[in-house]
Nanobody, 124 residues
Framework: QVQLVESGGGLVQVGGSLRLSCAAS????????MAWFRRAPGKDREFVAG????????SYSDSVKGRVAISRDNTENTVYLLMNILKPEDTAVYYC?????????????????WGQGTQVTVSS
């Protein structure tokens, strides 16, 4: 059974930083592209960042580019999202997702597995 378990969310002040982690089990981690999405209250789930199977290719949404870094450790079956200079509009539930493609895109339909999410709240 595939499991993706996010952690690292919490309450942070504007301008602060957080590092989210997503631990994967039940799949051959290195054969899946990974991504982070988020859902803010009243909004659809949106793409935040993605990383290829090997970690050599990454992509970011325009709203987080320059403030966020996605990385992965295939020996630990974990993907990370480092978020800096957090803004109130970053408040959302953050989800990690796995795709069987080498490198997946921004559509939720490209992803096979999802975690339960971790709440990030940025207070002003």
């Amino acid at each position: 059974q595939v499991q993706l378990v996010e952690s690292g969310g919490g309450l942070v002040q504007v301008g602060g930083s957080l590092r989210l982690s997503c631990a994967a089990s039940g799949l051959t981690f290195g054969t899946y592209a990974m991504a982070w999405f988020r859902r803010a209250p009243g909004k659809d789930r949106e793409f935040v960042a993605g990383i290829s199977r090997t970690g050599t290719t990454t992509s970011y949404s325009d709203s987080v580019k320059g403030r966020v870094a996605i990385s992965r450790d295939n020996t630990e079956n974990t993907v990370y999202l480092l978020m800096n200079i957090l803004k109130p509009e970053d408040t959302a539930v953050y989800y990690c997702a796995a795709s069987g493609r080498y490198f997946a895109g921004t559509s939720v339909n490209e992803y096979n597995y999802w975690g339960q999410g971790t709440q990030v709240t940025v207070s002003s």
